[in-house]
């Protein structure tokens, strides 16, 4: 009786918000009929992604963090032939891990996104297994054990969130794509509907990330030096691409100028942002491969407001 107290609300909410179908459906209704994934208690995209592209098989991917979550494949004069697959690596050794397991027909072109914070990491970060990308290691018995984990964490935070679901969003999968219109589309990128209906709400003052910066943290850490480890797991990622005839090109992601010349403050602190693109190039050079320097935006004529 206490378990069934304990999960019954947690299963009602999760699957009304179709937040536990299983990876097969998802990936099938995603590309389907376009049906975003919005998940908001738990995270199974990479094996979501996974499944994708064994169906898809698309000739260019982009590959990284969320920072590479903006590539469309409406671009391309031939959009099928592009899939984002953003969020399916979440550090360095899991690239390796990603192309060891991709499924079918390897693609022609990588668009790679090299986050600067998986370079100034430590010897216990690099340690961690890498990621897995079989289905069969996220089981609907464990997503209901982590969504209703995540659930009664939001519940105790006071960050519960009902609400009705938008007319358009019915055959959305997930409650922030149900409630928010937010999720990942058919071509693998991310719609931000929260923050583009709540435009008002943005902190163009970067405060919370200088707050990050400040308090030494998360992706603004500060380190010694450039992982050799680090570069060593892409080294090898890059050679393994090289052998399988797939053409690299990789960007460094932008700070807001704000942020940039903040960290440059500290310059010493974090060679992972301005001493990785010297590191990398030869890297990328050696297979004809490019590396492109977006860290400042202000260089590319951008400014802080995009």
Same mark, same amino acid.
């Given at each position: ?74 671009v ?17 050794q899991d ?61 105790k ?8 679901? =938008?007319? *358009?969003?019915? #055959? ?6 149900r &409630? +928010?219109? /937010?999720?990942?589309r ?22 919370s990330?200088m ?42 992601p ?8 903040? =960290?440059? *403050?500290?310059? #010493? ?6 001493? &990785? +693109?010297? /590191? ?8 004809g ?18």
């Amino acid at each position: 009786m206490p378990l069934i107290l304990i999960f019954l609300p947690a299963v009602y909410h999760l699957e009304s918000c179709r937040e536990l179908d299983s990876i097969s459906e998802m990936a099938y209704n995603n590309q389907s009929n376009g049906s975003l994934i919005g998940l908001a208690y738990t995270d199974p995209m990479h094996l979501v992604k996974h499944e994708v592209l064994g169906k898809r098989q698309p000739e260019i991917i982009a590959l990284g963090s969320s920072r590479v979550l903006s590539f469309r494949g409406f671009v391309y004069s031939e959009p099928s032939l592009f899939y984002n697959c953003g969020r399916s690596v979440g550090k360095v050794q899991d690239m390796k891990s990603f192309l060891s397991s991709y499924p079918g027909q390897k693609p022609k072109i990588i668009l790679l996104g090299l986050d600067q914070d998986f370079f100034g990491v430590e010897d216990r970060d690099l340690d961690r297994i890498p990621r897995s990308y079989l289905t069969k290691e996220s089981t609907y018995g464990d997503r209901l054990i982590k969504g209703t984990k995540a659930l009664f964490d939001a519940v105790k935070e006071g960050e519960i969130e009902i609400g009705v679901t =938008l007319t *358009e969003a019915s #055959s959305f999968m997930g409650r922030n794509a149900r &409630l +928010h219109h /937010e999720g990942y589309r058919q071509d693998g990128s991310y719609i931000y509907g929260r923050k583009l209906r709540d435009s008002e709400k943005d902190d163009y003052s970067f405060s919370s990330t200088m707050k990050r910066i400040n308090k030494r943290k998360g992706r603004f850490a500060p380190a010694d030096k450039i992982h050799p480890g680090a570069v060593r797991e892409l080294t090898e990622f890059v050679e393994l691409c090289h052998e399988n005839e797939i053409h690299v090109v990789a960007f460094l992601p932008p700070y807001a100028n704000k942020v940039f010349k903040r =960290l440059e *403050e500290e310059r #010493s602190k974090f060679p992972h942002v301005f001493d &990785l +693109h010297a /590191e990398l190039q030869p890297i990328l050079n050696r297979h004809g491969f490019k590396l492109f320097d977006f860290s400042d935006l202000k260089l590319v004529g951008s400014n802080d407001y995009e």
